[in-house]
Nanobody, 115 residues
């Protein structure tokens, strides 16, 4: 059983920073990539950052240059460093593990950026 648990969300002022963590437990066979998604109220869930098993990263234009995805294999943890936060970054943030079998999801963590 694969389980993902996010932490690190909260309330921050515009221009501030937060770091999200996602701890993965259970089998991790056949991993394609680790991903971060977010879903703002009334909007669809959006993929905005990925890191492959080889370490290649990809970002949506909306976060490029402000957010950094990384992982620590020894700690089985995925990270998202978010800098220069904007009110439009307000959303529930989800980590996801994309494998050859299926995608596993965390429970989500709320990030709120005040203006």
């Amino acid at each position: 059983q694969v389980r993902l648990v996010e932490s690190g969300g909260g309330l921050v002022q515009a221009g501030g920073s937060l770091r999200l963590s996602c701890v993965v437990s259970g089998s991790r066979v056949g991993i394609n990539a680790w991903r971060w998604y977010r879903q703002a109220p009334g909007k669809q869930r959006e993929l905005f950052a990925s890191i492959t098993t080889g370490g290649t990263t990809n970002y949506a234009d909306s976060v490029k240059g402000r957010f950094t995805i990384s992982r620590d294999n020894a700690k089985n943890t995925l990270y998202l460093q978010m800098n220069s936060l904007k009110p439009e970054d307000t959303a529930v943030y989800y980590c996801a593990l994309d494998t050859v079998i299926r995608t596993y999801w965390g429970q989500g963590t709320q990030v709120t950026v005040s203006s």
